[in-house]
């Protein structure tokens, strides 16, 4: 049967199910973009199969979550919230309880759940997506428990119906998986190898976002700048962003993951001669220290880092970086961390995402002897906090006294106040006006900041 007639079936059991209502569906994605990016598509084909959306747990007949392996302290939160759900089943034993996501592609995960939690109706991995209606009719006719995970699905999800959470923000997927292997990673175990969708999809897409009003798309991928390495097509990533930018429209795109090891000149001078592209640059780094980067299999070292940044900030005028970082790898010694703080002095990051290692099952790393206690782990990330915090607010300080056009996103909570976000990825609070209607662009000038939050005025 043709997905297309999956919708239909499962909308036919619905309506025998529930004669007299609209069934209600919660979804709840975890982690990354990526995965919020996947949770628009399940609720685009939940929408299909005859269901409304609801934000309320409790008065959903249809729950499901979408999880994120990434680190432990995820995962564990995941499995608790799974756990209550047992309740509201016992109230309404009609409720169907899905998981999927990449905490589904590990067998230690899937035993779990298999013992663990009975009441669960439905689980699929990340490359079962474009089989959702499918899985959902077959759980449901047959009432009983599927899984589906570990599947080596070549083609992309293209196609599939998209219920976007925002009228005026919206994710653009340019490639799926990742094939870097960072030791620490368990990303391409969980999201398999990396596949880069057609530079005609990503061009159409983009051209019916800008045509449908909105002003931020994010372009998404493990590592944006390997873009078109598996396409017979001749393109990358600075191409493709170069046609990106050349759409008519008033929009801003932004772009992430970079990773440094493929970020060329190339990508930054498109950046630095384009008219759409934001000025921010999310570069992680991870460590500071060489021989961390090395045992990190990231492929770059320090120098290389450098070098980019200082390219990218004589190139981009009003650069805001923003990267990731891992403290506490295994065998991480205090002088290997310095080299880490050094770094994040030296760059001047807007704000940093900031880790504790988290042992993967799987990787590499996991089997690095690790000597040292999480009170020092704990330690070194509360000093690396406190620096970045002063970093952050100079930085913003130094945003003073520009006129920024800022995209209008959401109110304050305090009152008459709303938030817009800059091009270079900084929010500023601005007085509510007629001019400061959300998803829109307003002129502002930056007259003051605290922390890491600009305070501007309309001009
Ligand atoms: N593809 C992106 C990041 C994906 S995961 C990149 O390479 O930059 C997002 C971030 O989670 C990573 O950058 C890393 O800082 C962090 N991370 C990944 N695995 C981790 C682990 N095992 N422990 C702690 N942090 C981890
Ligand atoms: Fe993980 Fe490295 Fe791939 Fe990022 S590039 S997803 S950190 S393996």
Redesign the pocket.
Known sequence: MQQHNYYLSVKNLLCTKFPDKLPKAFVWSYG?QQNVSDGEKIKGMLEKMGYSLTDKKDEADFILFNTCA???HAQDRIFGNTGALKNLKAKKPDLFIALCGCMMEQDHVIKKIKTSFPFVNLVFGTQSLSNFPKLVFEAMSAQKRLFEYGFDIKELNENLPIHRDSNFKAWLPIMYG?D?F?S????PYVRGRERSRSFENVLNEAESLVLAGYKDITIL???VNSYGKNLDEDVNFASLLRALDAIPGDYVLRF????PKDLTNEVIDVIANSTHISTHL?L?F?SGSNRILKLMNRKYDREKYLKIVDYAKARIPNLALTS???VG?PGETEEDFLQTLSLVNQVGYSSL?T??????EK?P?ALMPDPITHEQKVNRFNRLLSLQKDISEKFCQNMIGLDLRVLIEDEAREKNLMIGRTKNNILVEIPKCLKTEIGEFCDVRITSSKSWVLQGEVL
């Open positions: 990354c990434v680190r432990e990742c870097n960072c620490y990673c368990v990303v991928g493990q590592n992430m993951t970079s990773h999310h992680p991870q990731d970082v891992i790898f995402f880790f504790i290692y988290s042992k993967r990787t790393a």
